[in-house]
């Protein structure tokens, strides 16, 4: 009587077999190799493993751990069982050549994520509207009009130009902007600020004392009221915009670059001891060596959102479906990383669909967006 363990050996014994001769076989013999469910299986948990060791010859993972993991997945025996020794000459065979055929197909077969694809932008289930409270764990939202010590609040704007301190507290505020949507504050001394999507305002009620400063993160226009004996400062986590009265776009998203374009006036921009002056039409971009490069710009590019419109002239891809997952809140996964330098030209309302946003994508002659539910899929797209 055959015993089903060594049906399985003999079985296996002919998958690595057929594996070694994978740079022969078509991508259609291969597909037909794995329409076998336990082929398939074994040739997933053989590629975990492989994965493992190619991670371990960098010292990240625990080798052992995963063939503990394997074994007990594939129901092998003890470390001196025949099954053990065959399956250990497996994953020496997907060392070679034919193993890196292997996992290229089983990536493109099961859509596995590796080193050459990225997930771009995350969606988040964040609230999905304008919220305000004292700190960042006591926020409410903000649903209908109110009116509380000549602060005015309503969906689509804060205002606290005629606020009145009561028993002398001058409290912190924050507010923030769920991606999808912006939202305008008015400071105590009228100052303008219009936040972006997902972007926080942290603010006094009521300025006092030498400075007038405020913390950003996200990105927001600002219009100052000018105030020559009283600067305003805006701090992020990496730079300080010092200003007496201007107009000027700061975007200081996390994971992102940091930009400061100036409108009108002047400002000082200051990391780390850092500091340069912008002039009118300039914008400082905070570089990985902590340096600031200033050019002059089209300022519109940085400028256009807030006025309903998405402006890319000359965008490297990254940033684009950055922008793009702050507003539409979806999934990016970008295919191969080449594309990520790829550099735009287009302007988009912001009020079209996300399928409107794609078929503009779908027009580059380099690009396929692929939107399947709330994920944009981005590859290369195919020559005919």
């Known amino acids: 009587m055959i ?24 991508s259609a013999e291969v597909d037909a190799l794995l329409q076998d469910e336990d082929n398939a299986a074994q040739a997933r948990a053989i590629l975990r493993y492989r994965q493992t060791r190619m991670k371990h010859q960098m010292g990240k993972l ?43 197909f089983l990536v493109s077969h099961w859509g596995w994520k590796q080193e050459d694809q990225m997930l771009a932008f995350e969606a988040n289930n964040a609230p999905k509207t304008i919220m305000i409270g004292d700190k960042d764990n006591d926020m409410e939202p903000i649903n209908d009009e109110q009116s509380d010590n000549g602060i005015l609040l309503s969906q689509n704007k804060a205002d606290f130009s005629k606020v009145r301190i009561v028993n002398g507290k ?59 004996h009283c600067p305003f400062i805006v701090m992020t986590d990496k730079v300080a915009t010092k200003v007496y ?32 002056m912008l002039k009118p039409g300039q914008n400082a971009e905070l570089n990985s060596n902590h340096e600031f ?22 965008v490297p891809l990254i940033e684009v479906v950055r922008d793009l997952g702050r507003w539409y809140n979806v999934n990016i996964e970008i295919r191969d990383n080449s594309l990520m330098s790829y550099r735009l030209h287009f302007v988009a309302s912001r009020k079209a669909s996300v399928k409107e946003f794609v078929d503009n994508l779908n027009v580059f002659n380099y690009l396929s967006v692929v939107q399947k539910g709330n994920r944009l899929i981005i590859d290369k797209k195919e020559n005919k």
């Open 170 to 228: 001058n409290a912190t505020k924050t507010i923030t902007t769920p991606r999808g949507k912006d939202y305008e504050v008015v400071l105590s001394d009228g100052t303008e600020v219009l936040l972006n999507a997902d972007s926080k305002l942290i603010f006094p009620v009521q300025f006092s004392g030498e400075n007038r400063t405020v913390r950003l993160v996200g990105e927001a226009y600002f219009k100052v009221t000018k105030n020559k």
């Open 62 to 104: 625990d080798v052992e751990g995963e063939w503990q993991r394997f074994c007990s997945d594939q129901n092998i025996g003890g470390h001196s069982s025949a099954k053990t020794v065959l399956f250990r000459n497996v994953f020496y065979t997907v060392s070679s050549i034919a193993a890196v055929v292997l996992i290229v």
């Open 3 to 26: 015993d089903s363990e060594d049906i399985r050996d003999k079985k296996s014994n002919s998958l690595i077999d057929e594996f070694d001769r994978l740079e022969q076989k078509s």
């Open 245 to 276: 009265g201007t107009e000027f776009n700061l975007k200081a998203y996390p994971h992102s670059g940091v930009n400061v374009t100036l409108i009108s006036g002047s400002v000082a921009v200051n990391s780390e001891g850092k500091e340069v």
């Open 293 to 314: 490069e200033v050019t002059t710009v089209d300022t519109e590019c940085y400028t256009q959102w807030k006025d309903g419109y998405f402006y890319f002239d000359n």
